[in-house]
């Protein structure tokens, strides 16, 4: 089983709409997850982190934890055609001593 | 702050060639880490540095190396280069404080290996 996962193919939302992208982990241990967003030819940057379960709101971006279930995921609240990029989903990961273990993205793309 | 940086941004070796690559982690963090990126395989752990030590590794043959000076500053260097390690290197800093660490990314270096 893979450290994480994100396994939805591209995401086309049209521009006003919510993008939604899911992404779960393996080690129950986890404490930290994090949501990059990485445009093309560019380095991840990074746009949220959250320890507790339930939700945390930053701006448009909501991240949702739910530890029981292993899962961890991002909503974009009125898309914009400038959050078309890709989404990494990346988790501490404490059997693996502590390193940021990444997911293989997920990509958004916001119709005008 | 400044943020983290990488240079040099691009590079072209041939095979067989050996290569390094520098890193500046941003002020007052300890911890660097480094990752390879290419489409097939997204990002992929190299290594990561603390206070001079390298701290984990990754699943990558010993071609792959790095270090960390006092300054925190680090390299990385790859020997006898593959076409296949032609990628989007990156390094990212952080405190290194455990398990609510924050890794921030530099820029990258693109390597083409001819």
């Known amino acids: 089983q893979k450290e994480v996962e994100q396994n939805s193919g591209p995401l086309s939302v049209p521009e006003g709409a919510i993008a939604s992208l899911n992404c779960t982990y393996s080690?129950?241990?986890?404490?930290?997850f994090f949501w990059y967003r990485q445009y093309s030819g560019k380095s991840p940057e990074l746009i949220m982190f959250i320890y507790s379960n339930g939700d945390k709101e930053d701006g448009r971006f909501t991240a949702q934890l739910n530890k029981a279930s292993q899962y961890v995921s991002l909503l974009i609240r009125d898309s914009q055609p400038s959050d078309s990029a890709t989404y990494l989903c990346a988790v501490i990961a404490p059997q693996g001593n502590n390193r940021l273990a990444f997911g293989k993205g997920n990509q958004v793309v916001v119709i005008p | 702050k400044a943020g983290v940086t990488q240079t040099p941004r691009y590079l072209i070796k041939t095979r067989g060639q050996q290569v390094t690559l520098s890193c500046s982690p941003i002020?007052?963090?300890?911890?660097v880490s480094w990752y390879q990126q290419t489409p097939g395989q997204g990002l992929q752990f190299l290594f990561e540095?603390?206070?001079?030590?390298?701290?984990n590794k990754g699943n990558f043959p010993g071609r792959f190396s790095g270090r960390q000076f006092s300054n925190s500053r680090s390299e990385m260097n790859v020997s006898t280069l593959e076409l296949g390690d032609s990628a989007l290197y990156l390094c990212a800093s952080s405190l290194g404080s455990g398990v609510k660490d924050t890794q921030y990314f530099g820029p990258g270096t693109r390597l083409t290996v001819l």
């Open positions: 002020s007052g963090h300890r911890s």
């Open positions: 080690d129950r241990g986890s404490q930290s």
């Open positions: 540095y603390f206070s001079e030590t390298q701290r």
